[in-house]
């Protein structure tokens, strides 16, 4: 079974930084495509960022150039760099594993396979 555990939310300040990170225990986890989403309140889910089983990576229009996905399969652990942090960024994260034989799409989002999550961790950019 699937259990990603997320970690590394808190309180900044617009323009500050902060490093999400992901454990995932159960599974071979090299072959997965792995991601993060996230949810305001009242808002539709909107992936983040993806990073598929070779390395590649893809991010939602809303953060590139400010985020940055990376993972460790020696620790099976996934992480979020994110940087220029703005109010609209305020939001549940969270991290999310896809089965094979899921893809990255282009948006920042994995297609396919069967997906597990997190309970999520809280992130709050304040102005």
């Known amino acids: 079974q699937v259990r990603p555990v997320e970690s590394g939310g808190g309180s900044v300040q617009a323009g500050g930084s902060l490093r999400l990170s992901c454990t995932v225990s159960?599974?071979?986890?090299?072959?997965?495509?792995m991601g993060w989403f996230r949810q305001a309140p009242g808002k539709e889910r909107e992936g983040v960022a993806a990073?598929?089983?070779?390395?590649?990576?893809s991010y939602a229009d809303s953060v590139k150039g400010r985020f940055t996905i990376s993972k460790d399969n020696a620790k099976n652990n996934l992480y979020l760099q994110m940087a220029s942090l703005k109010p609209e960024d305020t939001a549940m994260y969270y991290c999310?594993?896809?089965?094979?034989?899921?893809?990255?799409?282009?948006?920042?989002?994995?297609?396919?396979?069967?997906?597990?999550w997190g309970q999520g961790t809280q992130v709050t950019v304040s102005s």
């Open positions: 999310a594993a896809n089965s094979p034989p899921a893809v990255a799409g282009s948006d920042g989002n994995c297609y396919g396979g069967i997906n597990s």
């Open positions: 990073i598929a089983s070779d390395g590649s990576t």
């Open positions: 159960g599974y071979i986890y090299r072959r997965y495509c």
